[in-house]
Structure formats: structure tokens, C-alpha cells
């Protein structure tokens, strides 16, 4: 039997640590079974370990400010430093962004390449020959009742959610007048700060977008980059590892990522995760034939594992 299992990064396990704990396991119960693993990447952790080696990465999370004041006093410049860093002999960079306590609306980020070219039109265009990913964890806008400043409001409160809202919708609107372009189907100027994705990174993403940057989510990103789908079909049961299975995990995740190439390929999906919110009607259309819970550490992973070989094994 070809068992193919495939995780993005869990809690305070990489990808590859929870993808070899499974196999691991099963293996001990069906040793003659070939299982194989497959890493992908939400985009807030996990490119540098999923991509191969050569592309530039640059991962929010590693150099934006997680404190309580973030929101208040955080500023997206470190990711311009980063950026600029990274740029010198690429054509290629990727960014990996969730959301994150820092929101500034990518002022800081902007203000970076603004001393480094002047404004940020002459940064565009010096951008030009560089391709620019932005790969992310979450498809919040930046503005609007469900942009990321929105999303922060139980946190720092509602006055200073709106307040923020405010300066960085200022802020937005300058920035689209110095880089504004017609919408090709519709003719009206581009609204990035209303995009999917460009409330990554404290706002960064939309200044990114404004750039030239292109979008996309984690998992969909990393599994085309990987070769997700040719894994799946050449197996004969998968088994995705989640940390929750939920509605939003049913739209977005790494079992959605998993569900096109394995429903085409007619391959069974296994879930194990964490929790599990759904039933068994939500679930089937991405062809989910079993859903089962366990810890998320290694020793957890390694049992649900051999637990799953024990039932989906021939051998």
C-alpha cells in the first residue's frame, strides 16, 4: 500500500516533524507499507523548509514585533529592512505573512523603500525585473469590517481599532493615488487596501500588492510549488494533518489543498487533527473518508499513526 502524508507545520512541531511522526508510526504497525511525506506551508511559517533551496524567503513572523503593544507602537519597517536585504542577485523573493499584532498599514514598510529610492513610484519601478510572491496564511483585506485592524478590535478595543482604521485607511488612499491604476475590466482605480490579502503583515501586503506583488494562499502556493498533486495520485490513501477540522479548515487548509488532485485521482483522504468540528456530510465532497482526533505532539502523532495502519492497511 502507498500511503502519502502531508502537514503543514502544528503548534511548536515543523512540517517535517509531523509528517515523520505519522509515517513513523505507521510503519511500526505495517512495515511493508510505503509511506511517503509531503511538507507544505500556511505562509505565516514553514516556506523555508517547504521551498526548495535558492528562493529567497522572507518570513513576517520572524522579524515583526509579537508584543501586547505592537498594535499600538509595532511598525512593519523590519520587514522593508528584510526586504531590501534580500533583494540584491534575486529576480525571485517570496514573502510569508499571517496577520499579526503590528498594524500600520505597511507605513513603515513603505517608509523603508521610500528613503531607499526616493518615493515609492521610483520603487516600483526599480522593482520592476524582481518577481515579488506574497504567500499568506489569511486572505483579510487590509480596510472594512473584516480587515485585519477589524479583526483587532476584542483585542486593543474598539476606539482604538477605529482610530487605527482611520489612519490607515489616510494612508492607504495616498499610496493609491501615487501608484493608482485603472482596474482593466472595470476602468476604476484599483483599491488594493480592499484586496484579499493585503491586511498580511501588519499591512505590508498592501503595499506589497501596490508593488506588483502576486497573492496566494499557503498551502495552495506550496502545493503547486511541490508537486502536491502528482504525490497524491500516485498514492493510494492520504493522510492530511490538521490542526483543527473546521469550517474554515473545510474552505482553506491544507485539506483543500490536498482534496482537487485526490478526488481526481479517486485516492481515499484520511484527517487526523486536533479537533474535529464537522460532520461526516460536510467533509465527504472533498473526499474525506475518515476523520479522526489526537494529540498534536510527536508521541500523539506516532499512535494516531500506527492506530491508522492498524485500520487502513491491507498488511
Do not use: N
Request: charged letters at 20%.
Amino acid at each position: 500500500m502507498r500511503v502519502l502524508v502531508v502537514a503543514t507545520p502544528l503548534a511548536s512541531l515543523s512540517a517535517a516533524a509531523v509528517t515523520g511522526a505519522v509515517a513513523a508510526g505507521w510503519r511500526r504497525a505495517a512495515p511493508s507499507d510505503q509511506v511517503s511525506t509531503h511538507l507544505l506551508a500556511t505562509g505565516t511559517r514553514g516556506l523555508r523548509e517547504v521551498l526548495p533551496p535558492g528562493v529567497a524567503v522572507i518570513e513576517a513572523v520572524d522579524v515583526l514585533d509579537h508584543s501586547a503593544q505592537a498594535f499600538i507602537t509595532g511598525t512593519t519597517a523590519p520587514l522593508g529592512e528584510a526586504l531590501l536585504r534580500a533583494l540584491p542577485g534575486e529576480s525571485r523573493v517570496v514573502v510569508g505573512a499571517g496577520l499579526t499584532r503590528v498594524h500600520d498599514g505597511g507605513r513603515g514598510f513603505a517608509d523603508v523603500l521610500v528613503r531607499r529610492w526616493g518615493s515609492l513610484r521610483t520603487a516600483h519601478e526599480a522593482l520592476h525585473g524582481v518577481e515579488l510572491e506574497l504567500v499568506g496564511a489569511d486572505p483579510a483585506p487590509l480596510l472594512g469590517l473584516h480587515g485585519a485592524g477589524a479583526m483587532r478590535a476584542a483585542e486593543v478595543g474598539a476606539a482604538a481599532a477605529q482610530g487605527r482604521e482611520r489612519e490607515v485607511a489616510a494612508f492607504a488612499a495616498e499610496v493609491e493615488a501615487q501608484l493608482g491604476s485603472p482596474d482593466p475590466d472595470t476602468g476604476r482605480p484599483v483599491r488594493w487596501a480592499r484586496a484579499p490579502w493585503s491586511g498580511l503583515a501588519g499591512g505590508a501586503g498592501f503595499v506589497l500588492l501596490a508593488l506588483g506583488a502576486r497573492a496566494a494562499g499557503g498551502e495552495e502556493y506550496t502545493a503547486a510549488a511541490t508537486g502536491l498533486g502528482a504525490a497524491v495520485g500516485g498514492a493510494d490513501l492520504c493522510v492530511v494533518v490538521l490542526e483543527e477540522l473546521d469550517e474554515v479548515a473545510l474552505g482553506r487548509s491544507t485539506l483543500t489543498a490536498v482534496a482537487p488532485a485526490a478526488l481526481e485521482a479517486a485516492v481515499p483522504v484520511v484527517v487526523l487533527s486536533g479537533e474535529d468540528h464537522t460532520a461526516r456530510r460536510h467533509r465527504a465532497g472533498l473526499g474525506v473518508v475518515g476523520s479522526y482526533t489526537c494529540s498534536l505532539e510527536a508521541d500523539g502523532l506516532r499512535e494516531a499513526g500506527r492506530r491508522l495502519a492498524r485500520t487502513w492497511s491491507p498488511h
